[in-house]
């Protein structure tokens, strides 16, 4: 079996693959920085909790925009699991040819997210990833990385809100019953989630007509990217499991 460990600002999302299929997942915090043992043991736990035992595994890979849990994270990997994991990193064979100006600053977490839509969905496609930053990146017919952009998540426009006034409170993150909010929690909600919604549909229409990609497939991912794929017709595919199946994906190519 395969371990797939995606390294976000919010939370370490890891998922167990037997052959190509997930058969589970399951997320640590991120915030917080643990030695490698306590990583280990959690793991370890964990996976026993799915009916997983770390002899099952026999393979790891782990892409990360955190640098700074990936000592003590990896190292429990290798010896609570025996297994050494591969790293997304330049240099590694993903599929996908990235022809910015500076390659080495797209987050390994975009290149992973980009492999697994190439492969799952052809391109053109655009990817949009509604984790801790909102990001769309641009995926050419031949597997080339065209464009990335990238704005504040649902998650970072709402702690903005809380934290940086006096009297608005920490809510929960759902879309409101009308957007004619009667009271400050919806007033709140109705702001974040219909004005992701709004920003989703201008910057997709937008790379549709910059671009002039013909046939561009519109794929989302993220937490929160049910949320907002549920109301907008300018998403194609809401696909949970992008990431990891990205992750499985560049694992295959370069074991």
Request: hydrophobic share 40%; net charge negative.
């Amino acid at each position: 079996m395969l371990l797939t460990v995606d390294v976000g600002n919010t939370n370490i999302t890891f998922g167990v693959y037997d052959k190509e299929e997930l058969t589970q997942s399951f997320r640590l915090m991120s915030a917080s920085l643990q030695t490698s043992d306590e990583y280990g043991v959690k793991i370890l736990g964990l996976l026993m909790y799915n009916g997983v035992r770390k002899e099952d595994i026999d393979g790891a890979i782990v892409a990360s925009v955190v640098p700074n849990v990936m000592h003590a994270l990896t190292g429990s990997i290798e010896r609570y699991l025996g297994v050494k994991p591969i790293i997304v990193a330049p240099g590694l064979k993903t599929g996908i040819r990235i022809v910015t100006e500076n390659p080495r600053e797209i987050g390994a977490d975009r290149i992973v997210d980009a492999v697994g839509a190439y492969e799952k969905y052809g391109g053109p496609v655009l990817v949009l990833d509604f984790g801790t930053a909102t990001t769309y990146d641009l995926i050419g017919e031949k597997g080339e990385f065209l464009a990335g952009i990238t704005a504040p998540g649902i998650r970072i426009s709402a702690r903005a809100l809380w934290e940086d006034t006096a009297k608005l409170p920490e809510i929960e993150i759902k879309k409101p019953a009308s957007i004619l909010a009667q009271n400050t929690v919806t007033s709140m909600q109705a702001g974040l989630v219909y004005g992701q919604i709004g920003q989703t549909e201008y910057i997709v229409n937008k790379v549709r007509e910059e671009a002039g990609l013909k046939g561009m497939k519109v794929i989302a991912t993220g937490g929160l990217g049910s949320i907002i794929a549920d109301e907008t017709d300018i998403i194609d595919v809401y696909d949970r499991t992008l990431t990891l199946d990205g992750l499985r994906l560049i694992y295959e190519k370069n074991k």
